[in-house]
């Protein structure tokens, strides 16, 4: 006999279904880790659209784009779990109800400093009849940029020119907890669709709150800059671990993210049970190419000297960023890290369970030397077998999309 556990593995799949079933032995005791979120349906298309068209501190996106000329909607790319597809028919809808026409309407990845998206992957992100219908754009974060202003130190703040270009814009994202701004969601256009200098500017001076509701001063700085890209409609959808919006705000970029990041501070919270585990095992989904977040989740429920299991099932590996990824043996972006600096951990082994492994993602982690890959569940149990009788683990649905809020 063993205890069953189904974890979620859809981020961009074909089968809205797709999931994990780990089999833990009968005689562990053992915690699953579940967010509020998981409990709640969907949100219909109704109510969605009640959400977008009754908006925070904004005019509706009708008002907006009455008498517009040119639309522009921004999307985050595959490294978050948001079902832009979604959202941006509604409001494509919305939009054409204006008076608006498919002509001047484009679609904008806000990818920031990552890999630019294939015809494939924004089929996966938005679906078939978008791509078909509407011209989509990668951001460049190298080129055909334009100055809208100077951040706090008197760099030039360097934006998209589409999206400048565009009197109508709206922004679709997601919040959820994040390790350097506190909540993610805010960083759409910054640094989304900014220039890689004015990121680097930005990211490199380390003003960094994880987890904190509370602006740290990469937040202050964001909003910022946000305000010199006025008018700018924005929509945040709160997420489960099977990518359901659960939630959603809309309308002025800052009051909508406070909203939203007031309901993500309990619908992708978890209560975390007395004591430590000996062994954790968290699941990354909504963001599987970012996979270092779960690590550092699970590292909160974990003995010192335990081990995390991380179940990452997505064949497109760590995501490529121009700041932070390795390009060769002993360099990388202006912000890449050698092993021996980056932070370390009393995580005695990281089990990478993935049908997909490679070394890549293996450096992508903060203590490599610590990963140990599994393609297999019963290669996982076998790595497992010094745990005997008695041993605590626990389950986290998804650890790039949660957290725990005690310290």
């Given amino acids: 006999m063993s205890q069953t556990v189904r974890l979620w ?8 279904s797709a999931a994990v079933i780990l089999e833990l032995p009968e005689d562990w005791e053992v915690i699953h880790y579940r967010m509020p979120a998981d409990d709640l349906p ?5 109510a969605l659209l009640q959400r977008i068209r009754n908006p925070v501190g904004m005019s509706p996106i009708r008002e907006l784009a009455a008498g517009g000329k040119e639309a522009v909607i921004v999307f985050d790319d ?5 079902p832009a597809g979604v959202l941006a028919r509604l409001v494509i809808r919305e939009l054409l109800a204006a008076g608006m026409t498919r002509e001047h309407i484009r679609l904008l990845c806000a990818l920031g ?15 078939e009849d978008l791509v078909e219908r509407f011209p989509i754009y990668n951001h460049n974060p190298y080129e055909h940029l334009v100055k809208v202003g100077v951040d706090s130190t008197g760099q030039d703040v360097l934006v998209n020119r589409e999206f400048m270009a565009c009197d109508v814009r709206v922004g679709i994202g997601s919040v959820s907890p994040h390790p350097m701004n506190g909540f993610g969601g805010g960083k759409l256009i910054f640094p989304g669709l900014a220039g890689i200098q004015t990121t680097w500017a930005n990211h490199a001076r380390r003003q ?8 740290c001063g990469l937040r202050r700085e964001i909003e910022a800059m946000t305000d010199m890209v006025r008018p700018f409609f924005k929509l945040d959808a709160i997420l489960n671990a099977k990518l359901d919006i659960v939630e959603l705000r809309a309308g002025e970029p800052r009051r909508e993210y406070a909203q939203a990041v007031a309901l993500s501070q309990t619908l992708n919270a978890m209560r975390r049970a007395p004591g430590r585990r000996d062994v954790v095992f968290v699941n990354a989904n909504a963001k599987y190419n970012e996979a270092v977040i779960a690590v550092r989740i699970a590292a909160m429920d974990l003995k010192p000297g ?27 972006g202006k912000c890449w890290n050698p092993p021996r600096r980056r932070p370390t951990s009393e995580i005695g082994r990281i089990i990478y369970y993935t049908p997909y492994p490679d070394y890549a993602a293996k450096m992508s982690l903060n203590e490599p030397e610590k990963v140990v890959f599994a393609k297999t569940w019963a290669q996982v149990l076998a790595l497992l077998e010094k745990h005997g009788p008695g041993t605590s683990a626990s389950v986290i649905s998804d650890g790039t999309i949660s957290y725990f809020p005690d310290p």
Wanted: charged content about 20%; overall charge negative; hydrophobic content about 35%.
């Fill in 78 to 82: 595959l490294s978050r779990g948001t």
């Fill in 9 to 16: 593995q859809n981020a961009w799949r074909e089968d809205p």
């Fill in 113 to 127: 400093n990552h890999a630019p998206l294939t015809r494939a992957d924004f089929v996966r992100k938005l679906g």
């Fill in 306 to 332: 335990g081990d995390v299991v991380m179940i990452n099932h997505c064949p497109a590996g760590p995501v490529v960023h121009y700041l932070y990824s390795a390009f060769g043996s002993d360099y990388g």
């Fill in 42 to 46: 969907p949100l219909t298309e109704e």
């Fill in 208 to 215: 960094f709150a994880p987890f904190s509701p509370k602006p």
